[in-house]
């Protein structure tokens, strides 16, 4: 049985940064694409960014880009969300997911789709304060 858990969330002020880890486990030999959602109050779950198996291809929501940053340490299926320069509207459940089973991430169109991943983390919260 797969488990993802991610971990880091906590209150920032704006302008401050957080990092996000999450790793999934119980899977061995296997090496996951891995990509984080976010879900506000209100709204539906949205994609934030996503890395391949191998590490070599990232992709990012233009909301996020060039604020967030995403990277992983392949041999444990871990991945970590790096997010600076935070804003009030980045306030949100930040969901961890892992794809074992799906397409491989050739495009964004394909990292960025919930359906592509077969696991789910439980979420952590990020709360942004103006």
């Known amino acids: 049985q797969v488990q993802v858990v991610e971990s880091g969330g906590g209150v920032v002020q704006a302008g401050g940064a957080l990092r996000l880890s999450c790793t999934a486990s119980?899977?061995?030999?296997?090496?996951?694409?891995m990509g984080w959602f976010r879900q506000a109050p209100g709204q539906d779950r949205e994609f934030v960014a996503a890395?391949?198996?191998?590490?070599?291809?990232?992709y990012y929501a233009n909301s996020i880009k060039g604020r967030f940053t995403i990277s992983r340490l392949n041999a444990k299926n871990t991945v970590y969300l790096q997010m600076d320069n935070l804003r009030p509207e980045d306030t949100a459940v930040y969901y961890c997911?892992?794809?074992?089973?799906?397409?491989?991430?050739?495009?964004?169109?394909?990292?960025?789709?919930?359906?592509?991943?077969?696991?789910w983390g439980q979420g952590t919260q990020v709360t942004v304060s103006s």
């Open positions: 997911a892992a794809a074992f089973y799906g397409p491989a991430l050739t495009d964004y169109r394909v990292a960025s789709q919930a359906r592509t991943y077969d696991y």
């Open positions: 119980g899977r061995t030999g296997s090496t996951a694409s």
């Open positions: 890395i391949t198996w191998s590490g070599s291809d990232t």
